[in-house]
């Protein structure tokens, strides 16, 4: 079998990303029903490298590898002689002759890519400072859940437009039909280079907040300074806040009320949203973070037992 990776979603066909999502849907009414999965991956073994902090995706995936009867392994990289600078590369060629996949959360998504390269098994991302495409898998399955369909669903983005889970969200969105905007201030508007022309192309691209979310079905957000971005984030709560909050005044602007709210947690309540917005009737950031485990197996599977159905 060659080897397939999962670095984001630009590699994968609008039929891989359904059949995923439809995977995750199958797995989850499984696991609802109590039945075992345990065969599909047993016997094998699936390390998890983390450069930076997880809730959501560690727990979820370490859940995901046991209940297809695989063994997890969890690595920060303090742990490794990542951190005392052993090449990226040998860490690759060392660590796939041990476990049958490796999943990183990486700083420089360059790192996740030379990872790839070198490894003779899957890899797979947890998150890099460009993607991250477990995310946008859970996020497209919960709007299918709620809104029945993804073709034509029209979702916007509020806040930073070179964010990784918007990133991806336009990614799979583009790809899936959805209609994807997104309002962030000019010097953090979404670029070609990352998104690609293709998807680039494909989005709308506002400044004001209140424009893109007239008449949408779903408004997205995500954190303002993510992993990595500490440093910056004095100038760019200054430039953020207040115009890209989510709250109930912007919330009014949608002009409906069948919108949901979502959020890839975790939140920072007070800057992009706040308590009440994400506490709403409307919000389904916890649906978002069960699926993350459904979606997990799906992965899993497909790179590591695609004839398991
Ligand atoms: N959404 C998400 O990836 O959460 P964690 O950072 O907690 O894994
Ligand atoms: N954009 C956020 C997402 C966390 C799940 C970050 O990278 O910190």
Redesign the pocket.
């Known amino acids: 079998m060659v080897k397939r990776d999962l670095l984001t979603l630009k590699d994968y066909t609008a039929d891989e990303i359904k059949l995923l999502i439809d995977d995750a849907i199958l797995l989850k009414n499984l696991r609802r029903r109590g039945k075992s999965i345990l065969p599909y991956l047993s016997g094998l073994n699936v390390a998890m490298i983390f450069e930076k ?6 727990a979820s995936f370490t859940v995901a590898v046991e209940e297809l009867g695989a063994f997890p392994i969890s690595y920060s990289a303090q742990e490794l002689q990542l951190s005392r600078g052993e090449p990226v590369k040998d860490v690759a060629r060392v660590l796939s002759r041990y476990h049958h996949a490796i999943a990183a959360r990486v700083f420089s998504h360059k790192d996740l890519v030379e990872l790839a390269q070198f490894s003779s098994v899957p890899v797979i991302n947890l ?1 890099s400072d460009l993607y ?1 495409p477990l ?1 946008a898998l859970a996020d497209y399955m919960t709007i299918k859940e709620k809104k029945g369909k993804i073709e034509g669903v029209k979702v916007a983005f509020i806040g930073d437009g070179q964010d990784n889970v918007f990133n991806s969200l336009a990614i799979a969105g583009v790809k899936l039909g959805a209609k994807v905007r997104v309002a962030s201030p000019k010097q953090y508007a979404p670029t070609p280079q990352v998104l690609g022309e293709d998807v680039y192309s494909k989005i709308e691209i506002f400044e004001d907040p209140e424009d893109a979310v007239k008449d949408v079905d779903i408004v997205y957000t995500d954190v303002f300074v993510s992993m990595g971005q500490e440093k910056e984030r004095e100038e760019r709560m200054k430039v953020f806040l207040p115009k890209y909050q989510v709250n109930v005044d912007l919330l009014r602007k949608i002009g409906r009320d069948d919108y949901v709210i979502m959020h ?3 939140a920072h309540r007070g800057e992009e949203i706040t308590d009440e917005a994400i506490e709403s009737r409307h919000s389904l950031v916890f649906d978002q973070a069960e699926n993350r485990l459904h979606t997990s197996k799906a992965v899993l599977l497909y790179l590591l037992n695609p004839l398991w159905r």
């Open positions: 902090p997880s809730t959501r995706t560690r998150l991250h995310q890839c947690l975790p």
